[in-house]
């Protein structure tokens, strides 16, 4: 395996990894997609999207899927887990677990050395944090069952199950606690699930909130005046519904709002700028408690290619001397 920048070619032949994954993770707007192709050129990687959003076909502005800064140098890195579903597809916490595991198998077996990034906290914490994940099938008569019961009996049997839910809302509406409930009460049966042990190494990136509060609204005008307003028009137009649109969140909601006569621009500017930067707030309280669950990140300020790739250098391999 050999490791390269721009100035140099080092050969680590000598060299076994302490271990067997990259993650690069931060706030939206902070630059994790540029740093990580870069890494991921000058080490011999692949990338693996932790994104939520980004799996999408026909989303690529509000996203912000970036893909041209995957060619560096006139060479394209190669990522997985981005622009592979319809919008009207589903995808959830356990769709991402299969397909990252059947991706880092499929690097590692190329001998190249897997990334894991972006800033979807779940979707993080689940590989990180070697969540134990399966299939459910909704059973229709348990469904119906559950229907007839109180919301207040309800939310306290998920608490029960599930003292630490990942997502507040789902005490919120009936039918998002009896689809809590059932994945809960599955989850809680014996199980056995090989994967493949992680053991990641973790940068994260972040900047000062001032400057990334200054640089996501930069960004949101930019992409308005660049198609994202029409990039929502058509999913619009191609049959995507308002409702889905709200569950997409953030840029499509609020487009979608503007383009439904219920917003008007400027209000529909000062809401979608306020609800980024409180997203981008959510996602360090993510990262905090990955913290505090012993998941170890380094962190570094602003996406700087010479203290990752430092980083790297001395922490993810060692001598095999």
């Known amino acids: 395996m050999l490791l390269s920048n721009n100035n140099s070619t080092t050969s680590l032949r000598n060299n076994i990894p302490k271990f067997n994954l990259i993650t690069i993770l931060g706030p939206t707007a902070v630059g994790k997609t540029k740093l990580a192709a870069r890494l991921a050129k000058s080490f011999n990687g692949e990338i693996i999207s932790a994104d939520s959003r980004q799996v999408y076909k026909r ?8 893909l041209s800064e995957y060619k560096i140098n006139g060479m394209n ?8 579903l319809e919008p009207s597809d589903e995808f959830n916490l356990y769709e991402f677990n299969k397909l990252f595991y059947q991706v880092f198998a499929q690097i590692t077996c190329a001998n190249k050395i897997p990334f894991l ?7 993080l914490h689940s ?5 134990d994940l399966r299939k459910v099938s909704f059973d229709p008569e348990k469904y119906k069952a559950l229907e007839k019961v109180d919301i207040e009996l309800l939310r306290n049997r998920l608490k029960e199950i599930n003292p630490s839910l990942h997502n507040t809302t789902d005490l919120l509406i009936k039918d998002r606690i009896i689809r809590a409930l059932i994945v809960a009460e599955e989850n809680a049966k014996p199980f056995a699930l090989h994967k ?6 973790n940068i994260g990136v972040f900047a000062e909130r001032e400057i990334l509060k200054e640089r996501i609204t930069l960004r949101l005008k930019h992409r308005l005046e660049n198609g994202m307003i029409e990039e929502v028009e058509k999913l619009l137009k191609g049959g995507i519904t308002i409702e889905k649109m709200e569950f997409f969140g953030l840029e499509y909601k609020f487009i979608a ?7 008007n621009y400027n209000d ?3 809401k979608l700028n306020s609800a980024i930067h409180a997203f981008a707030k959510r996602q360090m309280t ?4 990955m913290e505090r669950e012993g998941i170890n990140i380094i962190w570094i300020e602003d996406p700087t290619f010479e203290k990752a790739y430092r980083i790297i250098s001395e922490k993810y391999f060692e001598q095999n001397v």
């Open 59 to 66: 989303m690529d502005i509000g996203t912000g899927k970036d």
């Open 127 to 131: 590989i990180l944090g070697k969540y």
């Open 117 to 123: 990034v972006g800033g979807t906290g779940l979707y």
């Open 286 to 289: 993510w990262f905090r408690k």
């Open 268 to 270: 529909m500017f000062q």
């Open 77 to 84: 890195i190669k990522y997985h887990l981005i622009d592979f």
């Open 257 to 263: 709002r503007f383009l439904n006569g219920k917003l």
């Open 196 to 201: 493949t042990e992680i053991n990641s190494l």
